[in-house]
């Protein structure tokens, strides 16, 4: 290959690398591997999974925008995670205070349930207590809440 094409590709490849690594995607995680769960597993998963650094601190003011950007987030990555997005938007009402950073499609006490965490604060501070939910799939219903400070 010639210098030239050389240049250009390197130039090429430099470009994509700093167009993936500036443009990731907010930070949520998403689990389906079909997992079971007690109550008390669920709520020591609340305790164990704490939000992001991308998140955790942020002012209240900016958790509209960055909810709006999780679940586009989750939209992206196929069909289930679209699903939970889906199930947010509908059920959990946008009130400028949360951010949703982990779901989970598992069995809670043998029932098929969403299990989310989201980080929320008070309306003028920051994000940084933490809010248990979970939800069974089919109907929507509440199983189980808790929040930490």
Known sequence: MGGRAMIGLTALSVAL??????CSGPDVTFVSEGSEYTLEQVEALHTSEAPPPSLAGEPVAD??????DVLVELRSRGDEPAELAEFVTRSLA??????LYYGEAALVEGTSAWILLEVWGAESGTLDSTRLWVFERESGAVVYSSSNR
């Open 17 to 22: 690398a700093a167009l993936f690594t500036g």
């Open 63 to 68: 958790a509209s925008e960055l909810r709006r």
């Open 94 to 99: 946008d009130t400028g205070r949360s951010v």
